[in-house]
């Protein structure tokens, strides 16, 4: 298949199934350096754990932490958060500015580094997450019934920095696009188990916002997983804050 041919597919599966697995986007170098510096913080994150427990941590550390998801800012790989982005916007750039058809523009204020672990891992309070939309970031699920005027126009590149899917947990999603969000009763019915690539360091899962996905995660896994995801929008679409969401600049100067 040609070069431009192979562009053509992904955008065509980018768009029709809402989401694309582009395999060794990103370098083994590359990933394996944001792994060092994650599994460091993670390092310090159960220490103070330990001591202190798990909603200490966001204090002790000064950065946005999520106990019962293992969460953390992506700013917490220092200036490696700034090449996360650099090199999803130069490997897979022109690829999302074709799906979401206009310019587009990281999410840095919703950027996260995830640990997932295996069940026999894994801590009381934490739990894998459920089947949800991207793109219902921040959306008001109890009071605004427009679910697809509230749909957000977005990307999500999730990059597992271990291989994952099949030892590790990953992210199992149900290739379709609904087009717009679903209640929450809704997606508490999903059945389906949903489709589970095998994805290795430097592989990225791109996913349109209104992809139904959850985290993939089986009795028999025994390693724990660590992934980053940033989300992209138009440049132009102002995005929407989510309960973890950090001020930005522009919401800064508005308080
Ligand atoms: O990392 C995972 O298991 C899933 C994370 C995810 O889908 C999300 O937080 O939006
Ligand atoms: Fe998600």
Redesign the pocket.
Same mark, same amino acid.
């Given at each position: 298949m040609g070069c431009e041919s192979m562009t053509n597919a992904r955008v065509d599966a980018l768009i029709s199934r809402g989401v694309w697995v582009a395999r060794q986007a990103v370098s083994l170098d590359q990933v394996n350096a944001w792994r060092t510096v994650a599994e460091a913080r993670y390092t310090e994150v159960d220490a103070v754990s330990a001591q202190k427990g798990p909603w200490a941590v966001a204090g002790a550390l000064g950065l946005p932490f999520v106990p019962t998801?293992s #969460?953390l800012g992506l700013e917490a790989l220092g200036s490696d958060a700034h090449t996360v982005e650099r090199v999803l916007t130069e490997a897979l750039g022109s690829l999302m500015q074709a799906a979401l058809g206009a310019p587009i523009r990281p999410l840095v204020e919703s950027a996260?580094v /995830?640990r997932?672990f295996a069940p026999r891992h894994m801590p009381r309070y934490h739990a894998? =997450?459920a089947w =949800?939309q991207?793109g219902g970031l921040g959306f008001d699920y109890l009071n605004d019934p427009d679910l697809e005027g509230g749909l957000l126009p977005m990307v $999500?590149c999730?990059c597992p920095l271990v291989s994952c899917g099949e030892d590790a947990?990953g992210?199992a999603y149900l290739p379709n696009r609904p087009g717009a969000l679903l209640v929450p009763e809704a997606l508490s019915m999903i059945s389906d188990i949903g489709t589970a690539p095998v994805l290795a360091p430097g592989d990225v899962l791109m996913m349109m916002g209104d992809l139904l =996905? /959850? $985290?993939h995660v089986t009795p028999a896994m025994r390693r724990d997983r660590i #992934?980053v995801?940033l989300r992209f929008v138009p440049s132009g679409h102002a995005g929407r804050r989510g309960p973890w969401s950090r001020p930005t600049e522009e919401s800064e100067e508005r308080l």
């Open positions: 998801a #969460s996260w /995830r997932q894998p =997450h =949800h991207d $999500t999730w947990p992210v =996905h /959850r $985290t #992934s995801e």
